[in-house]
């Protein structure tokens, strides 16, 4: 059963100019795997801003309820690349509450617009 669907899109060069202009964003916002390659490599701005609305859309899943952590919800590739949500925290507590505990994640960027759609599901 669907608890909750949740979609958003970012603009990747307004993204960006954040992410310049506030030096410790990216540090607020994703953790260190999410900020780096498996190879040690800066991940791009377009994968940043993709991350970003994935966490956006995880929060409109779930209702968007406040006092969610950036941090509790994290975006990480599974064995074979693909993107993985897990979570843990206040965003877990937020989706026991709503009864979600399995999820569904789409990412996309091209023409400079980074999007995400999640599906949570009980």
Same mark, same amino acid.
């Given at each position: 059963m669907?608890?909750?669907?949740?979609? $958003?899109?970012?603009?990747?060069?307004?993204f /960006?100019?954040?992410?310049t202009?506030t030096?410790?964003?990216? $540090?607020?916002?994703?953790?260190?795997?999410?900020?780096?390659?498996?190879?040690?490599?800066?991940?791009?701005?377009?994968?940043l801003a993709?991350?970003?609305? /994935?966490?956006e /859309?995880? /929060?409109?899943?779930?209702?968007?309820?406040?006092?969610?952590s950036?941090?509790?919800?994290?975006?990480?590739? $599974?064995?074979d690349?693909?993107?993985?949500?897990?979570v843990?925290g206040?965003?877990?507590?937020?989706?026991l509450?709503?009864?979600?505990?399995?999820?569904?994640l789409?990412?996309?960027h $091209?023409g400079?617009?980074a999007?995400?759609?999640?599906?949570a599901?009980?």
């Amino acid at each position: 059963m669907i608890v909750g669907v949740g979609i $958003d899109v970012v603009l990747v060069e307004r993204f /960006a100019r954040a992410l310049t202009r506030t030096p410790l964003l990216a $540090d607020r916002l994703f953790t260190e795997a999410e900020r780096y390659t498996s190879s040690g490599n800066a991940r791009s701005p377009e994968s940043l801003a993709a991350r970003f609305a /994935a966490k956006e /859309a995880v /929060a409109k899943a779930l209702g968007a309820p406040s006092g969610l952590s950036w941090h509790d919800c994290e975006i990480v590739p $599974d064995p074979d690349g693909r993107p993985w949500l897990t979570v843990s925290g206040t965003v877990a507590a937020a989706a026991l509450e709503r009864g979600a505990n399995r999820w569904h994640l789409s990412l996309s960027h $091209d023409g400079g617009i980074a999007s995400a759609m999640v599906v949570a599901e009980r």
